[in-house]
T-cell receptor, first 113, second 114 residues
Framework: GNSVTQMEGPVTLSEEAFLTINCTYTATGYPSLFWYVQYPGEGLQLLLKATKADDKGSNKGFEATYRKETTSFHLEKGSVQVSDSAVYFCALTGSSNTGKLIFGQGTTLQVKP | SAVISQKPSRDICQRGTSLTIQCQVDSQVTMMFWYRQQPGQSLTLIATANQGSEATYESGFVIDKFPISRPNLTFSTLTVSNMSPEDSSIYLC???????????FGPGTRLLVL
């Protein structure tokens, strides 16, 4: 079945450092891929998405490219801020269009001043 | 994106009781979902709330434990029945419109069962 694997956290970085959070997936067909962010004490917010191979999603300085050849959707940001401290979830919906989101285990990012 | 609200935002309940969580959207949506996030864990889909018919439950979740209603295109409820401490979680609803195939989440309901 479909699944998502994220790098384990926590990830601790200094402010202005480069961020990469790895995400790989297993899916049949052509899934849509998402990154969601959960700030402390809050619900999930959509950060970015990509719906087909080679698409690049971007938002708030974050970006991720849908790589079908490596089944990956790594999240990157060139310069993190303390306010980026949160839990980041990679997720996919399958091509069967049921709407079911399958999430990775989440990666906690802590950015220190 | 749609504005989604959930009530209550948090609650502390005694074991054996039931709690009904409401999810309200400010516009009509095609699909509504309920997820559970256990402490320190990722999200797991409980069920898809179907308007005017019975919800579609995922493996491991049953209607007797998590009855769901969806009387119209903007509102749904999830009841956590006969609660135990293992039900302590964040419960989130999400919505999706056929015009924009992306799920947006409510703020969640934080439930603690003693």
């Amino acid at each position: 079945g479909n699944s998502v694997t994220q790098m384990e956290g926590p990830v601790t970085l200094s402010e202005e450092a480069f961020l990469t959070i790895n995400c790989t997936y297993t899916a049949t067909g052509y899934p849509s891929l998402f990154w969601y962010v959960q700030y402390p004490g809050e619900g999930l917010q959509l950060l970015l998405k990509a719906t087909k191979a080679d698409d690049k999603g971007s938002n708030k300085g974050f970006e991720a490219t849908y790589r079908k050849e490596t089944t990956s959707f790594h999240l990157e940001k060139g310069s993190v801020q303390v306010s980026d401290s949160a839990v980041y979830f990679c997720a996919l919906t399958g091509s069967s269009n049921t709407g079911k989101l399958i999430f990775g285990q989440g990666t906690t990012l802590q950015v220190k001043p | 994106s749609a504005v989604i609200s959930q009530k209550p935002s948090r609650d502390i309940c005694q074991r054996g009781t039931s709690l009904t969580i409401q999810c309200q959207v400010d516009s009509q949506v095609t699909m509504m979902f309920w997820y559970r996030q256990q402490p320190g864990q990722s999200l797991t889909l409980i069920a898809t709330a179907n308007q005017g018919s019975e919800a579609t439950y995922e493996s491991g979740f049953v209607i007797d434990k998590f009855p769901i209603s969806r009387p119209n295109l903007t509102f749904s409820t999830l009841t956590v029945s006969n609660m135990s401490p293992e039900d302590s979680s964040i419960y989130l609803c999400s919505v999706e419109s056929h015009r924009v195939p992306t799920q947006y989440f409510g703020p969640g309901t934080r439930l603690l069962v003693l």
